[in-house]
T-cell receptor, first 112, second 117 residues
Framework: GENVEQHPSTLSVQEGDSAVIKCTYS??????FPWYKQELGKRPQLIID?????GEKKDQRIAVTLNKTAKHFSLHITETQPEDSAVYFC???????????FGKGTMLLVSP | GAVVSQHPSWVICKSGTSVKIECRSL??????MFWYRQFPKQSLMLMAT?????????EQGVEKDKFLINHASLTLSTLTVTSAHPEDSSFYIC?????????????FGPGTRLTVL
């Protein structure tokens, strides 16, 4: 089955700095890679996703890159704000299944 | 946008009792729903995948007789924790996909906090 590794587990940045979270996956058949943001006690919210036929996708301050050859994808947040503080999860989905495999999460803390 | 609800949002029960959690897709039909368990400061662990009208597929290590899943309609799936024990205390989250397929987004419910005394 799929295995998703996520780093770092915690990330502290100053407001206005950039934050990068990296994930690797094991199954070369995976073709859908969403990123979720989860605030304490709340549901995970999809913030951006990328499909395997695309190398990069951007939405305002958030971007995701995908390297299929190396089997890794990254989340980039620019001009971070305190409200970006949350736990971020990456995930991967195998084309043969509909289940998502999640990384262990990164706790992002943005200090004012 | 697609909305998934869960009920109850939190529940406290005595050890040995059973608890039922409902997951509903409010504005779309969900062929597939998923049940996750999340411990504090940990990731979401998939427990089972339920498909409308058929038996759920459980992940390795999840006791199907303890965690009963029923997906009787395209908008409702239920998870029943039978004979609950304190170690079953956790945050249970469901998600739903509008249709089966490889590119469809999963929409998450708000979660149910279960505390077993």
């Amino acid at each position: 089955g799929e295995n998703v590794e996520q780093h770092p587990s915690t990330l502290s940045v100053q407001e206005g700095d950039s934050a990068v979270i990296k994930c690797t996956y094991s199954d070369s058949a995976s073709n859908y890679f969403p990123w979720y943001k989860q605030e304490l006690g709340k549901r995970p919210q999809l913030i951006i996703d990328i499909r395997s036929n695309v190398g990069e996708k951007k939405d305002q301050r958030i971007a995701v890159t995908l390297n299929k050859t190396a089997k890794h994808f990254s989340l980039h947040i620019t001009e971070t704000q305190p409200e970006d503080s949350a736990v971020y999860f990456c995930a991967a989905r195998d084309s043969g299944y509909s289940t998502l495999t999640f990384g262990k999460g990164t706790m992002l803390l943005v200090s004012p | 946008g697609a909305v998934v609800s869960q009920h109850p949002s939190w529940v406290i029960c005595k050890s040995g009792t059973s608890v039922k959690i409902e997951c509903r897709s409010l504005d779309f039909q969900a062929t597939t729903m998923f049940w996750y368990r999340q411990f504090p400061k940990q990731s979401l662990m998939l427990m089972a995948t339920s498909n409308e009208g058929s038996k759920a597929t459980y992940e390795q290590g999840v006791e199907k007789d303890k965690f009963l899943i029923n997906h009787a309609s395209l908008t409702l799936s239920t998870l029943t924790v039978t004979s609950a024990h304190p170690e079953d205390s956790s945050f249970y989250i469901c998600s739903a996909s509008p249709t089966s397929g490889i590119y469809n987004e999963q929409f998450f419910g708000p979660g149910t906090r279960l505390t077993v005394l």
